[in-house]
Nanobody
Framework: QVQLVESGGGLVQPGGSLRLSCATS????????MGWYRQAPGKRRELVAR???????NYADSVKGRFTISRDSTKNTVYLQMNSLKPEDTAVYYC??????????WGQGTQVTVSS
């Protein structure tokens, strides 16, 4: 059973930074992807960033140049470094893992609030 454990959310002022972590219970297999979705109140869940097993990354246009996704394979952990945060980044952030066979796993979600 694959498990995902998130950490790192919180309250930050506009312009500040946070780093989210997502630890998975097993290493990634070829073709797997991990990343982050977010959901703000009254809005759809949207993809923020993802990284595939080969190392390629993708970002939502709204976070390009501000967020960076990375991984530490020795720790089975993916990170989302969020800089220059804006109030519109406020949301619950969900880590996910998707296998190449189409099986998805989700973390419990972590609240990120950007407010002065």
């Amino acid at each position: 059973q694959v498990q995902l454990v998130e950490s790192g959310g919180g309250l930050v002022q506009p312009g500040g930074s946070l780093r989210l972590s997502c630890a998975t219970s097993t290493s990634l297999f070829s073709g797997d992807a991990m990343g982050w979705y977010r959901q703000a109140p009254g809005k759809r869940r949207e993809l923020v960033a993802r990284i595939v097993s080969g190392g390629d990354t993708n970002y939502a246009d709204s976070v390009k140049g501000r967020f960076t996704i990375s991984r530490d394979s020795t720790k089975n952990t993916v990170y989302l470094q969020m800089n220059s945060l804006k109030p519109e980044d406020t949301a619950v952030y969900y880590c996910y893992r998707a296998s190449r066979l189409g099986v998805w796993y989700w973390g419990q979600g972590t609240q990120v609030t950007v407010s002065s």
